[in-house]
Nanobody
Framework: QVQLVESGGGLVQAGGSLRLSCAAS????????MGWYRQAPGKQRELVAT???????NYADSVQGRFTVSRDNAKNTVYLQMNSLKPEDTAVYYC???????????????WGQGTQVTVSS
């Protein structure tokens, strides 16, 4: 079984910073894309940032310039550095990974349990 374990969420004042991390564990052959999504109350889940195994990144327009996604391939871990946080960043943040397991030719999307980020004014 593959698991994604998230950490780093919490309460922060506007203008502050948080660093989220997500570590994948299990019988993993390869991880292609890792990234972060978020979902605010009453809204659909939206993409925040992604990063490939080669280091190519993609960001939502709303976070570009403030957030930075990175990964440590040796540790199967993805990070999200969030700076200059705004109240509108408040949401549950979910880690996502496209993983190919041993004894499987299928690439499967895995999700973390979600971590709450609350930005106060």
């Amino acid at each position: 079984q593959v698991q994604l374990v998230e950490s780093g969420g919490g309460l922060v004042q506007a203008g502050g910073s948080l660093r989220l991390s997500c570590a994948a564990s299990g019988s993993i052959f390869n991880i292609n894309v890792m990234g972060w999504y978020r979902q605010a109350p009453g809204k659909q889940r939206e993409l925040v940032a992604t990063i490939t195994s080669g280091g190519s990144t993609n960001y939502a327009d709303s976070v570009q310039g403030r957030f930075t996604v990175s990964r440590d391939n040796a540790k199967n871990t993805v990070y999200l550095q969030m700076n200059s946080l705004k109240p509108e960043d408040t949401a549950v943040y979910y880690c996502n990974a496209h993983i190919r397991r041993y004894v499987s030719s299928v690439e499967t999307n895995y999700w973390g349990q979600g971590t709450q980020v609350t930005v106060s004014s």
